[in-house]
């Protein structure tokens, strides 16, 4: 076993190697609430940039329907059921794919996957997508080093905040609708 890299950081099996690009905070199983923060704001606002990117080129693209959710319901739908499904599903085929290939690669091919997926219900969501499920996927891959319950509950977290400003205007559109 060896050290995470900082004094009274937790023991981990076998550190996960990434690019020296990776910022620290991600990198590493180490302060737990700095990172939920700091990986917090990096998905919102990578994801409020390529929205606003998307939107200037393509005005007329398609969004995400969520008329079918209102209220507690939506609140529910898009901050605690998604994120928990999501991240189990990510969590498995993650762990699948870290059989076959390396972190970058399983991080990069699960990013891209969700971006897919996501675009089935409308295409250019999928553009922005893919950039948070960058950032969650690697919370797994970097957290599960310290034990699965922490590889799951970080990216849940990040992915139940990132969801709450969108979930807030979906459920009360006159009040927050402007948002997102």
């Given at each position: 076993m060896s050290e995470a890299g900082t004094a009274g950081a937790p023991t981990v099996r076998g550190a996960v190697e990434l690019p020296a690009i990776v910022p620290s905070f991600l990198a590493r199983p180490t302060r737990p609430a700095l990172t939920i923060l700091l990986a917090y704001l990096t998905t919102i606002l990578g994801s409020l940039m390529l929205a606003a990117i998307i939107q200037s080129v393509a005005p007329q693209s398609e969004s995400p329907d969520f008329s079918q959710l209102s209220g507690?319901?939506?609140?529910?739908?898009?901050?605690?059921?998604?994120?928990?499904?999501?991240?189990?599903?990510?969590?498995?085929?993650?762990?699948?794919?870290?059989?076959?290939?390396?972190?970058?690669?399983?991080?990069?091919?699960?990013?891209?996957?969700?971006?897919?997926a996501h675009s089935v219900q409308a295409a250019t969501w999928g553009l922005?997508?893919?950039?948070?499920?960058?950032?969650?996927?690697?919370?797994?891959?970097?957290?599960?080093?310290?034990?699965?319950?922490?590889?799951?509950?970080?990216?849940?977290?990040?992915?139940?905040?990132?969801?709450?400003?969108?979930?807030?205007?979906?459920?009360?559109?006159?009040?927050f609708g402007g948002l997102v």
């Amino acid at each position: 076993m060896s050290e995470a890299g900082t004094a009274g950081a937790p023991t981990v099996r076998g550190a996960v190697e990434l690019p020296a690009i990776v910022p620290s905070f991600l990198a590493r199983p180490t302060r737990p609430a700095l990172t939920i923060l700091l990986a917090y704001l990096t998905t919102i606002l990578g994801s409020l940039m390529l929205a606003a990117i998307i939107q200037s080129v393509a005005p007329q693209s398609e969004s995400p329907d969520f008329s079918q959710l209102s209220g507690g319901a939506a609140l529910f739908a898009l901050i605690i059921f998604a994120p928990v499904v999501e991240t189990l599903i990510m969590a498995a085929v993650l762990s699948l794919l870290l059989r076959f290939v390396g972190a970058v690669p399983a991080i990069l091919l699960s990013s891209v996957g969700w971006g897919v997926a996501h675009s089935v219900q409308a295409a250019t969501w999928g553009l922005v997508i893919w950039w948070p499920f960058l950032i969650f996927s690697t919370l797994f891959v970097v957290w599960r080093q310290r034990s699965l319950a922490w590889g799951l509950f970080m990216p849940f977290i990040v992915h139940a905040l990132q969801n709450t400003l969108p979930a807030l205007a979906v459920a009360y559109p006159d009040r927050f609708g402007g948002l997102v």
